[in-house]
Structures are given as C-alpha cells and as structure tokens.
C-alpha cells in the first residue's frame, strides 16, 4: 500500500540542437514526456514506488513511449494501448534574451481518444496510497476529464492522499474552462501546487517573487478550497538562461524555500520536479521547511539537464540543498 | 512558358540513424518530403523551372518546409500558409531482410483541411507548361481531391500537358475508392506512372519484372484510358538492402530501360525521381528509349543518396547511364 | 509460474563508429550486453515474463546497466547492487576482409566478487518456469561457477526445464577447464545449444556448415548427456559483412532450419537472439521445424540491428520467416 | 520597385563544435556566410524582398553557397557561377576568457577574380530601392572595389538610396589603403554603418561604450561626408562569453539603443543583423529611435543563434524589445 | 640537456555530453588524461620538449593512449607496453548547482602492475633538465611509490631540478598513508605545489581564498620540508559552472597572481596546466610574480577548453594575461 | 640508418557523411592526407621508421595537420612551417553506381609556394636508407618539381633506395607535362609503382584486370627505363562500393598478388597503402610474391577503414592474407 500513482498524457517531445531554431533543424533528440509522467519518473529516481497509466498507440511509437518510462523504474503494466495517434510537442530551446519555443501537436491523439472504461482504474488503484494528477488532462477533452473525476473520487475512496498541479495552459483552453473544470475536482484534492505567476484561473493576482504576496496567494488557496496544502513554484527569469527558483508551502502555516539560482541546461519539467520533490518529502513525513526545501532544489537541479525525464537519487537533491559544487571524485 | 508545376502535401519525415529501429531512437533527422514536392526538387535539379502548390502551417515548422523547397530552387511563391499541423511520417529504413517501416501521421494536417478557394490557382498556373499530380492527394480528403480535379482541368484548359502518379496508398483509403477517384481525374491526365506491382486499383494482376508482362500492363492502361503514354517503375527486392529497378514506357510502342542494380541508402522518393526523370526527358523532346533510360537511372540514382530531397544536376544521371562509378578527381 | 529466469553478468559495451578503430575512436557507443541478459532482453520483446539475476555496481553506472534492462520490461527486482567496478568490453566492428573485435575488461568485476550468498536465489525463482544459463558464468570465478550449479539444482527441483548455451570463451578459460566445470552442470540442463564450429570443448570437431556433420554433432551431444534437445547455430561467414546463418536442433529428430543471408549492421548477440527464440518457440509448444526455423531466423534479424538489446515483437521475426522485405507503410 | 540589393563575397565558413580548438577538430560545420549576405538573409526573415549578387564557383560548392541563400528567400537569380574556387574561413568561437579566432583563406577565390562586366548589373538593380555594400568588398582586389563604385553609381542614377558598412578588416588592407577606397565610395552613400571601436580609417578616435563619445564621432561622420545618416554599433566585451550591445543613430539628432546583455552562441553576423535591422526598419519609416532599437535588438538577438544565416521574423525582435524571455507555449 | 621528464599513469577518460548523466548517456567522448601527462602535453605546447613514461596495454587500446600524447609532440619512446587492462574513469560534467561527478575504474592497470624494473629509467633520463611528478602515482601501489621514489633520486643524482603536485585523492588511499609516502619523497623535492584547500595531508588547515592565509600556508610548506619553493592553487567555486582562479608562489617571499573569472568547458586537468605554465614560466627563468600569473591563467584558459590534453602556444596564455577576449581576425 | 624518408604536401581533407552530397553538407569530417604522407603513416604502423617533409602554414592549421602525422609516430622535425594557405580538397564518398568525387583547392597553398632551399633536406636524409616520391608532388609546380630531383639525387648520392608512384592526376597538368617531368626523374628511381589503368603517360595502353597485359606493362615499365623493379595496382570497379583489387611485380620476373574482393568504407589513399605495403615487404626482405601480396592486401584492408591516415600493425595485413573475417575475442 505504499505506490504513488500518476494519470495523463504521454507526448513525444522533439527538441533541436541547443542554438538552433526549429526552423533550421536538421536534427530532433527524441524525449518523451509530460507533467505526470515526469513527476512519476521523478519519484521513482527519488525511491518511491510510482506507477504511471496513459493511453499509447499500438506499434513502435508507443513501445518507445512506454520504455522510457520502464527504464525509470515506473510501472506501466496499467498503461492502454490502442490505435492512434501519438501525441507530440517540438520545443525550440531558450537562451539568454531569446525565449524558448513550444509548440503542440496533440490534437486527436490516442490519449484524447480513449473512453475512461478503457482503463483498468480499479487494478491500477491497488496498493496505492498517493493519486496525483495535473490540470492539463482535463484540458485534453472530455474524456481526458472525466478520468480525472473518476480517478480522483476512486482514490478517495479507498482513502489514497491526493494532489492538482493546475499546470494551466492557455492554448489548451480559456481560464474559464479551467476554472469550472477544476471546480469540479477540487472536492476530492487535499494538495494543491500553482505557479506564483499562473493564479488568474482562481481568480487571483500574480503573486511573483514577493513572499508576502506568495504567502498570501497560498493561504489564500489552501482555505478557499478546503485543500490540507496549498504550494506555490516561485521563478525570476532574469533570462531564459538563468532562472531564480523557490517555493512555498501552506499548511498550517507558511513555509519558504531558499532561492536557488540555476543556469538552465532545459527548463521543461522543472516544475514537475518540484511537484515529485514535495511528493516524496511530505510522503516521507518531512517537516514542512524542509520538504518545501527539497521541492524548489528538486527543480533547480533538474534545469541543469536535459530532457524531461529527471530521474535521480534524493541524496542528489540533498547535494544541492548543501550547496555543493565541487567535483567528487 | 516553360515552368513545371506540382501540387500535393509536403509532410515532415523523422528517421531515426541506421541500424536503429523507432522504439530506440535517440535522435530524428529531420527532412521534408512528399510525392509531388520530390518531383519538384528533382526537376530543379536537372534544370527545369519548377513549382509546388500546398498548404503549410504558420510558424517556424511551415517556414522549415517551404525553405527546403526553396534551397532546391522550387518556387513557393504560391503556396498558402494557415494555422494547422504539420502532416508528418516516421520512416525507419530497413536493411538486408528487416524491412523498413513508415508510420504515417498525417491525419487533420493544414493541407488536408485546406479548402480548393484558398488556393491562387489561377496565378498559380500562369507560366506553366505542364502539370504533375499523384495519387496521394486525392486520398487526403475532399478538399485535396476536389483540389486535384480542378487543377487539371485548369491545366488542360490552358492547354498544359498532365501527369498523373497513381501512387496507391492502402493505409489512405481503399482501392475502390481510389479507382473512383482516379476515374474522374483520368480524363484530363496526358501520361500515366505505375507501379509494375501496384496495379489492383486499376483492376490489373501485378506485372512484376517481367517485361512481357510489363510491356502487356502500360499498353492496357494507355489504351484503355487513352493516355498518351504510360510508364511502369519495376522493383524487385533482393532484399531491403539490394534492389534492382527499371521501367517501362509504352507510347507508341515500348520501351524498356536497363536495369539497374543499386545498394539502397533510402529509397524513399524513388518513384519521384522516376516520375521526375522522365517528365525532364519527355518535355525536352528525348525519344521513348532514352527517357525511360533516364528516369530509370534517375529512380536508381536516387537511392544512393539519403533524404527525400532529390535534387542532383541532369549530368550526374548521365554518369549513371554511362555506368561510370569511378572516383572523379 | 511462466517466467523465465536468466542469470549471468551484465558489461558495459563500448563500440566506436562504423569503418573506425578502436585506436582512432574519439567517440564510443555506450550499451549493455551479456549473453544472458541479451536472452531475456529478446524474451520480453517476443512477449515472455524475463527476469534477470546479476550484480551490478551501486551508483550512476550500475543504475544505467539495470535501466537497459527495465526499458525492455525485462524483471530486475532480485538484481544486487555492491560496491565495485562494472565488466567491460571494448567491441570495434569489423566489415568486409576486416574482422571485428573484442577486448573484454571484466576481471575483478561486482559480479565475479559476489558471493552466491548475496543473491535472493529463492525468491528470484518463484513463478519461474524455465531457467537460461551460458558458459561464460562458469568461466568468471568460482563465485559464478557455485551461482550457476546451485541456480540449476534449485530450478530442477522446483520443477523448471532449464537450457544452457555452451558459449566457450577461449580469452576466459581453457577448453579442459571448461569442459569440466559444464560436466558438473549437464545433468540438470534439458537444452544444451552450441556452435557448430565450437564442438572442441566437447571433444567434438567443428560441423561446420555440413547438414550431415551438424546433424549428427546435435544427436551425439543430446545423447551422449542425456539432454532432451541439442541446437546447433551454423554460421558461414562470406566476409565480415555478410554471413550466412542457420540451425540444426535434434529432439527426436533432426530438424533444420532455412539458411538466412544477411549484411551485418552488429552481430554481438546472434546467438543470445538464436536461444531466446528457441525458447520462446519450444516454451508455447512449436513443432521442432518451426522452432529451429523461428529460432534462426532471430539470429539473422538480429544482426540487422544495431547494439546488444534485441527486444523485437515476435511479428517481425515472422516476417523474416515469410522473407518480405519490402517497405511497409 | 521594393527590393533591397546587397553584393558582396559568399564564404564557406568551417566551424568546429563549441569547446574544441580548430587545432583538434575532428569535424567542421559548414555554413555559408559574408556581410553582404547575411544583411540579404536578414532582411529577408524581416519581410523585405531581398536580392544577392556575388560570383560563385561552378559545381558542388557554389551550389550549395547559393542553396544557402535561396533557403532563407534571397532572390539569388542575378549570382554569377564561374571557374575558380570558393573563398572560406575558419572560426574557432571563442568562450569565457578564450577569445574567438577566424582564419581566412579567400585569396584568389572566384568573387575576387570576376571582373564587373561578368555581371548583369543593370537586370539586379531593376525594381530594387535601397542598395547596400561594405567595406570588405573593395578590400578584395581592384575588380570588386571596382563593382563596388559601379554599383553605387548605377543605384544612385536609379534613385535608390544606399548604405555602407564600414567593416574595415586589418588582414586584407592597411588603413590607409581602406580610407583611400572609402573616400571614393562615400559621395555614392546614404546611410554610413560603423563599429564605436573601429573609427581609426576615419581619422577618428574609438569611441568605445560612452554615449558623449558615440554621439560625438556619429554627427562628426555624418556632417563630414555629408551622409544622410550615420549609425555606430557599440559593443563591450565583458568576456567572449558575454557582451552588451547597444547601437547609436544619428540623423537630425541622435538615438541610443538600450543596451542588451547576452550570452554569445556566436557572434559571426552580429553587425550584419543590426544593419538589416535598422535598413528594415528605417525603410519601413520608423522613427530614429525605434529604428536603432531594433537594430540593436537584432544584433543581440542573433548573438543567441548559430551560424551566419540570421532569418528570424520581426516579431521576435519585438520580443526582445519586450524583454520577454519566458518559454512560449 | 633541455628536456622535461614527467611519470605516472595514463587513463581513458569517458564522459557523456554536456548536461547528461552518466546514468542516461548513449555516447561517451573518448580521451585519454592523467595529470602527469597532462603536464607534459601542456609543456609541449608551450614550446618544451616533454616526455612521458607509463606502463600501457598492449594492443589497440594502449596504441591509441600513446597516440593522444605523440599528436600534442610528447616524447613517448620510453613507454613500457605490456599485458593488462587500460585504467579508466568516467567523468560526468557538472554544471551550474550540480556537481561533477569522477568514477575511477582503475584498480589491476597495467601501470599499477608493472615492476619499476620493466622501465628504462635511465634511457629515459639522459637529456632531462627537469622531473615532474604528482602524489597520485605513490597512491597507486607499491610498484608505483618505488618507481618514484627511484626517478627521484635518479634526477637528482643527475642534477635535475624537480617538482612535485601533492594532488592529493582521497578515493586511493588515507590522508594517513599519503603524508607518509611523501615524507620519503620530499626530500628529493624542489617545487611543491598543492591546493589551497588540499592542505589536510600536511597537517595544516585548508587556506581556501585568503591571500593572507595562502601566503602563510606556502611559506610554511617551503619552509618546513626545505623545498626551494611552494606554489598553491586557489579555486573559489561560485558553482560548477563559474570558478576563480588564482595561484600563490611562495620562493624567497610570495607572488600573488590576478584571478581570473571563468566559465567552465571542462575543469579536469586545470591543476595540470597550472602545474606547467608553472614549470614552463620557472624553467625559462621568469620572476615569480611574471611565473605564477602565467601560470594562474594557464590553469584558467584549460577550464574553456574540451578535454584532458591541454596544448596551446604559450602566446595565447599570454592573451589571457593582457584580458583581451575581442575577436582576432 | 633504417628511416624512410617521404616528401609531398599534405592536404585537409574535408568530408560529408556517408549518402550526402556535398551540395547537402551540414557537416565535413576533417582529416589530413596526402599521397607521400599516407604512405609515411602506414609504414609507422607496419612497424618502419617513418620521416616525411613538406610545408606547412603556421598557426592552428598546419598544427593539425603535423599533429596527424605525429599521433601516427612520422617524424615530423623536418617539416617547414611558413605564412600561407592550407592547400584542402573536398571528398563525396560515392556509392554503388554513385561516383565518388573529390574537389581539389590546393592552388596557392604554402608547399606550393615554398622554394627548395627552405627544406633542411640534408638533415632529413640523414639516417634515411629509402626515400619515396610520388607524381603528384612534380604537378605542383616548379618549387616542387625542383624539390624531387633534389631529394632523389641527393638520396642517391647517399646510397638510398628510391621509389616513385606515377599517381598521375588530370587535374593538375597535362599527359605531356607529366612524361617530361617523370622522364627527368626516372634515372634517379629505383621502384616504380602506376596503376594498371593509368599508364597514358607512359604512352602504353590501360592493362585493366587481364593477367598478361598486366605483366607486359610491368615488364616493359621495368625494361624501359631501367627500374629494378615495376608493380601495378590492379583495380576492377564493380561499383563504387563494390571493387576487386591485386597487383602485380615485375623484377625479374612477374608475381600476382591474390584478388581481394572489398566493400569500400573510403577508398582514398589505398595506391599509398598499396606502396607502403609493398616498401615494408621489400625492404624486410620479403620474396616477390610475399611483397606484392602483402602490398595488395594492405590496398584492400585500407578499403575498409575511414579517413585517409592509414596506420595499422603488420599482423591485420597478415589476417587479411589468411582471409580469416571472424570475431576475434
């Protein structure tokens, strides 16, 4: 009874050279990724038990999907394969004063397909005692949804903690949908985890880099909607190669992470670090400083590698929080 | 007076390295091809005016499509830009007894959604002598079907000559609808391009290598939609790694090219560099025997070369039929 | 109970490009192979429940030879982490009249210093219900020697079939060493597998290419140790570029499988893919002449491929079977 | 009567990977590029119709500098192809405290043995409204000095207007040499491009990063050469890594840029991007303060991209201009 | 006469790209480094005749270890080739606030195993001004410590001067051990050099970056062992990325040089560099101040360079002592 | 006095990949080559004592270059460094019935341009029992003309052997000029090597693959000019990828070498290792079928590996000659 279990989109990310646009690549690396099955990956890296459920195309194209997150030590055995298509993004990477690039082609993928009685809900439910998912699912249509709904009133039931990244993104759909369509499944999510710049879908200003005003928004959060937690991801772009990162949690009361000042080798999957890393801390029965500690140096340290698939031991995370750099030999 | 116009879809392709199946890729190259587009390129790289009529996506990846048209010296002035996604096919070669494989996504691409008004047609094909269409496109929808009829009947009009490469794609849709589709388009096409193998659209049994069989083929199909002539494009696989091709044109009378041995790098866009071949030989007044000759060596000359933009100058397939593989210095 | 068990050592293989050699390498390929682990590795892809028992170094390198495995969903719960260096090898590919190269670096590896008491033997085994060993175990330590024997005698006695591939290695061990140390473990193995130009060990001399000499070779092996089967993999090697390979397995009978030409892209693994499709087709009941057949044909597909982890749907080795190479789309 | 003309040597450029001394590079990029050309490039991502005439080798080669060309939209129908060789350069990048090294090898190439009559130089300047050189052309030998003054004469007689960047290179001429042929280009010339550091072939001090100084040589080269306009291009090199770029116009009065600060990933091309900057922007009838603004913008923003052949759309130097780095989705 | 001497081992160093983990990486970058023989190639570099002695594997492998030293035009006529393994390590690169990370794989190398007897000592010495030697080679057994303890001895029976770089790693032996092998070398010693904040072996406390502690702690290294002089290197690490470097000579009294702000391409072997802009400044008879500067920006000017085997003419040290980062044409 | 002494240029070499025309380029291999220098590696690695001299531009790119010859083990002391061009040539490997091409751009180039006197030639013939030249260094003008005769008399005068490949090139001058200038240095060869194809300057006719016309060209070369010894290299083209190759000697009487059927990985420079193969058996003494076997063999391994700098041990050429291709563990 102790996996953590994780529902969304898996999307093949095709990603050119680091100084090159899309428009001159000769070349794509080839990723696979997507916030909830980054945040599984993640917490694998970290010990836990995680379990990822999506639906994949039949064929080598979902093969390659599923062996990425296989060779993290994720389960998949849960994971649906059908005919389809795969979901996929192409991501023209940042730097300095030029902002990076994505663009989605995840329309009429196999994943917005699939009805939730394809899914094997029940069997995939067993033994676990963490559900997390992300506001992007219920943006990818009406099934997308209303797996979402069922999952997280499943996991209620059987008495599983959960948590909602909102993860809103504005070409999926208006704030709006969002907001009604979170409405719907706040009931059923004790933590909830936003971006101190993205709370206009609660109605809410931006509340920046200030910590007033990001101890504000999360309390804010927290007792609005009844969550057991509200956190917020803190960033400062000073560029689009040097980011400021930090946290806080809203509990009981309010903690903050330190800032962590990071050069960014890839910035995508940041904030799914920090949602693995506070995950694995509070699981774990870390104290709330801490666990928000470990949340904002889990995303440092993923924006100095590439690909989204952050997969690494806690004991690398407590290096940054030592603030270590030195070679180890 | 003089430029060649071509219309049809150009997707992205990704390959993964050699040796290397889909599910293991690390890397994609990244190439732009499509039927239509290769005989573009190919006729500007033996000397001829070339331009191609399709539809792309707005953005950086619709920009690195029509570039590399444009590098090959295509003229894109009139293709129509619109927001959409990028049809694409993943394509792993295959070698010696694995086959190669591709896995085409190109379902609710711009092109395809593109309606025949938004084309300038008109401009378009002002200047043009002649017309090459394949089959691909009429399986793509309603839009590009009606796109293919009324730009032939355009061309005819103002009194272009026409190809047609009927280009079956059983994945598209199925024979009877292409014999139907093709049906309508018939009336208005000059010179016919068919595969030896892939003759069940047009209710023939495959006429293989065999010339009798092949001589049999063309001169049925000419005669029976009174084309003016009628070529076949003859493969026989020794196996993904070795073919040998040739091809057969049946005018008047028939004639056959020799046939050409060649170690595969990437076969894809052959069958463009035939269709190519011979419309550059046939348009420059060269008699039966030495257009089929040169859209044959075209079709081998090709295969050398990775990437589906084929665009080498006329006097390196004249090497070819020399049968000079020597190192020039 | 329907997994199948492999146990054996896991190397780090590093392989410079194509037509470069190991002298003059600046870049090498980085993989992970072992005879046994390629066996469970092709036992996954053709859709059996593998598991693999080794010892793996702790940290970074160790985690990157398990992650091999997992990707190909092959079972690495009862691998050991310990402190100590990874087994490697340096592999330089040869082509044409240049044949290949290895240089092994494995003494004094985690796994030759890991005493059987360390592996959870028992519970490795539970739902097993065939064990695959090869020769080279035996020939790293008396640690891997005593691993082997009690494996076998453990997977006797709870009732597994059991297969051992001779796999002499002649940089490892003399023949008269090896030949005894296989003596104390042929009274538990049902299928022995050799090469039929490997028979010294056996006292046997080479078969060759000849049906007859291999055919007899197959039926004096099984008999003379009482094995319920005996394989032999034939391999003629035109030139290290080109090969031609088949089978002789002898049950009751003798059976001979079709001999496969291929153009080799990387033949490490050949014979791991040869074993884990005569597993996979004597473990679901085939005939003896299509188990050689499918068993053969694996080899050949194999060396079409690049890198030691063979993990293919067993379709496509079906294909290979019905000798269709042309492009599929 | 809208497109803009610029003439000028094509070079082969041969780059090895970043980190890596042209003393140990095992492979080079190949890229092509020249001032005149990149402005073409530029102007053409901006929007403008530009046009390139330059000579060429015949073959492979000038093919493929002319591919590089018309890819970005540079009408490159006016080039002229010949017998000869292509003029290259090396270019070690530079990093931190390493400076940046170029290595020419240009002598004798095909452009600098073309005499002026080989060009159709009255086709190129028909329907053409701005004609811009710099000074690297006349350094090049008498008949590219000479198809300089031509050409500005011919422009001029047009009623084209014309600008010229300074681009004094100490390898090809002396200073006194470069004064001497700009003295005669000068009555011919618009609007006069300069670096703040290389006002020595004028006469006149490095103005370096002061404002006063800047404004100061700008008027000073206006009002002495009786140009229409003069702009300075202002650099500090904090390190070879980073610099801040800012640019200085004077027409009536003088405009200063912001200052941008950026992380180089090459700095090949940079003034070439501000001059089509400020030629887009000010033909486009931006006021002198928005227009060196996006000058300037576009030289930092091309410091971020690799390779000379800068094609970016407008609006991502408006981005800049924003200050706007956050990822794009 | 004029010769400079250095012993110890060569390793094949593995490193996965920049911003991978050793965990996810599918190439390595091959080198081949140690910091004796990174000395010696920089020596060569600066115009020295270097020359090298180890112990290297027969075959392919110590071929090209022997190759890697030939190209930068070390002396490698009196390397010993026997049977054994190559050491090795593997070296993931930090970036930012993550670390780097060395794994060594060298314990059973054919230098570690190789008797002093096998090596041609005094061949090797005949023409040799100076020894250079590191505490990594005593760490490496007892066949190791003896052989230098004899070149030791040997040198200086000859008159040569010598050096010696504690380099210190705690990975190979105790601090316990370390202090005592070097007390038996001392003696024999002319130049130590250590780092700031690898001062625990000698009892004495780390002096990290303050110049008055760094100049107490190699006026005190000179003075208790009786070497003619002590030199510190001095690493402020403000991440991975950024150090600041700089160096303290201590002869007859102490020589501070600048310290130089680097971006970081590859940190391993900057001690070596430093080491031989050191000998190479000494040896060609600078002042100390002129010496240690040379030296400090050596060391700097490695850390923007790819690789081990840092060899570059001494005018581009001499670059970096006059700041100049600005292109050269 | 056992040194071969070789003198030529040495030339970049710039190299697309496998399957891309140059016209395509993204990338170009750098290697560095060059008849006489090839042949100078080759017999490094047979194990001869190998000195070669020319000249070389100073700086990063002449550095290169000499650092290929020195990681081979040429001695290279003797080479001129001066101001001036790296003389290159451009390589599209060719493939099946694709011609290779090579693009020479060596005009100008600073061995050109360097006179006779500048070359320590007395030095470099000291110790020196061989010296070799080939037709390409007479072509490259008068300075390099003159350096032939000089070297070859001058090395006659101290009782060398000489040898000379005719390596005539079409490119470079006439039949005419090539007989006039071979004719002055005739009387001073000892060996003479041409290719079976290529002996219109000699004013016989190509003796192509047949046995007997090979043996009365080799006879009459011999004969004619009063050689001790003439040897052809036999090449039958079956494709570009495909060649069957031999030799034959002629001293006093004729020896055939085996044919050796090879797949070409890159058939640059296999005539120098032809001539290094045939140096190496003859001067260690070898009877004349065992030379010319070992000279065709080398020519044919050299077939197989990348790059120009063939440098590999004796004993692969005598694998070769036992035409054993299987992995060697």
């Known amino acids: 009874m102790n996996a953590i279990l994780t529902i969304g989109e ?24 997507g916030s909830e099955a980054n945040v599984a990956t993640a917490l694998s890296g970290f010990g836990e038990k995680s379990r990822f459920v999506t639906a994949l195309p039949e064929g080598e194209l979902g093969q390659a999907a599923e062996n990425s997150l296989r060779r993290c030590g994720v389960d998949t055995r849960f994971c649906v394969r059908a005919k389809g298509r795969m979901g996929l993004y192409y991501y023209e990477q940042g730097a300095s004063l030029r902002a990076g690039r994505v663009i989605y082609d995840r329309a009429g993928s196999v994943f917005a397909q699939t009805p939730v009685s394809a899914y094997p809900l029940a069997e995939a439910l067993e033994g676990v005692r ?42 999926l759909w208006s704030e709006e949908e ?51 937690a509200a956190a917020l991801t803190v960033r400062e772009s000073v560029s ?56 904002a140096a889990a995303n440092a340290y993923k924006h100095t590698l590439y690909g989204d698939n952050f997969c690494v031991p806690a004991e690398e995370i407590d290096a940054v929080l030592r603030g270590d750099t030195r070679l180890r030999r």
Chains 1, 2, 3, 4, 5, 6 share one sequence.
């Open 130 to 171: 963490h559900l997390h998912l992300s506001g992007i699912t219920p943006a990818l249509g009406s099934y997308a949804a209303a797996l979402c709904l069922l999952a997280l009133k499943e996991a209620k039931s059987r008495g599983c903690s959960t948590s909602f990244d909102l993860n809103y993104r504005a070409d």
């Open 178 to 228: 969002a907001k009604k369509a979170f409405g719907a499944l706040f009931p059923f999510v004790d933590l909830c985890i936003a971006s101190s710049d993205g709370l206009g879908i609660l109605g809410l200003s931006p509340a920046g880099t200030d910590p007033a005003a990001c101890r504000a928004a999360a309390k804010e959060i927290k007792e609005r909607y009844g969550f057991r």
């Open 10 to 33: 898996l999307l093949l990310r095709l990603t050119p050279p680091c100084g090159v646009r899309l428009t001159d690549a000769e070349n794509f690396s080839v990723r696979f990724g």
């Open 240 to 295: 689009a190669s040097l980011n400021r990162l930090s946290g806080v949690l809203y509990g009981e009361e309010a903690y903050f992470s330190p800032v962590f000042t990071v050069d960014i080798a890839d910035r995508v999957g940041g904030g799914d670090a920090f949602a693995a890393g506070l995950l694995h801390a509070l699981l774990r029965g870390a104290a709330g400083g801490e666990a928000i500690a470990f949340a």
